[in-house]
């Protein structure tokens, strides 16, 4: 008699690898659903952060390997604030691929007929509809969507040239700039820099100034000193454009334009102190 453990061994044995794509051995579009049909219009339980949110219905399908897949357009989606926030930035609409069960749980009150619109992810979904067809909540799926969001803050690295002030010779930098999203309602992004020398090691105790203007052009400068690792931080600095001043003790300073935008800091327009 063998073992139960041994039997166990063995099936995992001979089991066959999972199907990376179900959809290469074939599926059925466009079937009939008791409740779910193209064109409809349904509240649903939305997260607190994507206020008057609603999903439409797009397509019906049948995959074999995974049942019925249901592929949504959800609307007034907020991915630029946090759980926790007051609803800002909910102007996103989201499109991507549920299974039946899991839209079901979800889907509270049908609320209108729309017209049926296209899937703009649909061959991608196609080529790949195991790995894009979420199996959790709408909202479970849309606070998956957003992390991924957020990973994709892309940073900026960028060389900068400082000219030594006794000698006049160039010694190269490399200054990150990476932001984070804020827990706060308004268009925010939390700033991190890095100065470095060119191998690396951290350039301490240089000066950043970076300078907005209100409306009567008056300047409101934020000034900070790079720590021992060559770094700093802003916790707080909303989207917009900046002047903005690096000093270096021995080196001429160098002056530039500071961009905050939704996906990334840039700085440009670099020049040496006149």
């Not at 703009?120 to 979904?125: K, L, Q």
Request: with cysteine; net charge negative.
């Amino acid at each position: 008699m063998i073992a139960p453990i041994a039997l166990f061994a063995l099936a995992i044995t001979v089991q066959q690898p999972p199907i990376a794509n179900p959809c290469a051995n074939g599926y059925t579009e466009n079937i009939w659903d008791p409740r779910f049909t193209p064109g409809q219009r349904w509240s649903y339980r939305a997260r607190p952060l994507d206020q008057d949110s609603t999903l439409t219905i797009t397509k019906v399908d049948y995959v074999p390997a995974l049942g019925t897949v249901v592929q949504i357009m959800v609307d007034h989606v907020d991915f630029d604030d946090k759980p926790g926030d007051r609803p800002h930035n909910n102007h996103r609409t989201e499109y991507f691929a549920i299974r039946r069960d899991s839209l079901d749980a979800s889907a509270l009150e049908m609320i209108g007929i729309s017209q049926v619109v296209g899937q703009p992810n649909y061959r991608s979904w196609q080529t790949n509809c195991a790995g894009l067809t979420y199996g959790t909540t709408v909202a479970d799926t849309l606070t998956t969507l957003q992390d991924e969001y957020l990973a994709r803050q892309y940073p900026c690295v960028m060389q900068i040239t400082l000219d030594s002030i006794s000698s006049g010779e160039p010694k190269r930098f490399t200054l990150t700039l990476t932001q984070s999203i804020v827990n706060d309602p308004f268009p925010l992004r939390a700033l991190d820099g890095h100065l470095t020398f060119r191998n690396g090691t951290p350039v301490k105790d240089a000066g950043i100034e970076i300078t907005a203007y209100d409306y009567y052009r008056n300047p409101h400068p934020i000034t900070l000193k790079t720590g021992s690792a060559g770094t700093f931080s802003i916790p707080k600095i909303p989207l917009g454009t900046y002047d903005f001043k690096l000093t270096l003790d021995g080196f001429q300073s160098q002056f530039g334009t500071l961009s905050v935008t939704p996906k990334r800091p840039s700085l440009s327009k670099l020049h040496p102190e006149n």
